[in-house]
Structures are given as C-alpha cells and as structure tokens.
C-alpha cells in the first residue's frame, strides 16, 4: 500500500490556475497509477484525470480535457494536477488515489486514498 498526502487546494477566481500535488509514501511509488478524483457537496465523487506508472497512459474527464494536465516526477515519489481556465463547476475537495500500474477511471478500482484537498472557485 501507498500512502497518500494532497496539497496545493485552496480558494482561486474563475480562470484562475492551481496545481495540485499528490505525494506518495515509499520507495515503489513509481510503480502506481495514480487517479484525480473530485466530489462536490452533495454530489457522488467523479473521476478527474489518471496517469499510469510510466506516464505513457494520460486520461482526462470530458469535462477538464484541455483546462488540467496530470503529471508525475517518480525521483519526487509526487503526481501532479496543473488547474488552469477554473470554473466555479470545478469546485470540489479533490482526491488522489493510488493502485498498481495501470489506471482506470473508477474509483472503486484504486485502494489508497488521500484525505483530499479542497479546491474553491469564485466568480
């Protein structure tokens, strides 16, 4: 198991930009996919973006494609979450979420969680 800390949340305008950071506990984290994940109050939690151990396999919600990036620094045992163009729509506490490999993008596929960031949009 990895363990997971989110940073980077916090109160930005609309079309403003953030990044997020995922850091992962111990020394095989580069062999975890890691899945961005977001709930809204009231709301189920919903896939964001993931990438895949080698970051070779990107996937991106319809609804960020071209607005977030999803990298990942192995050395740094960190994956990250560039924000840009933020819509009050994208307001959230955002989870990371680790599993082995490769990604998918359900939550219920990944067995380590964070215990989130939140991410506020203003108009």
């Known amino acids: 198991q990895v363990q997971l800390r989110e940073s980077g949340g916090g109160l930005v305008q609309a079309g403003g930009s953030l990044r997020l950071s995922c850091e992962g506990s111990g020394r095989t984290f580069g062999s975890f996919a890691v899945g961005w994940f977001r709930q809204a109050p009231g709301k189920e939690r919903e896939f964001v973006a993931s990438?895949?151990?080698?970051?070779?396999?990107?996937k991106y919600a319809d609804s960020v494609q071209g607005r977030f990036t999803i990298s990942r620094d192995n050395a740094k045992n960190t994956v990250y979450l560039q924000m840009t163009s933020l819509k009050l729509e994208d307001t959230a506490r955002y989870y990371c979420a680790s599993r082995s490999l490769w990604a998918t993008t359900s939550a219920s596929d990944y067995g380590s969680w964070g215990q989130g960031t939140q991410v506020t949009v203003s108009s």
């Open positions: 990438i895949n151990w080698s970051a070779t396999d990107l």
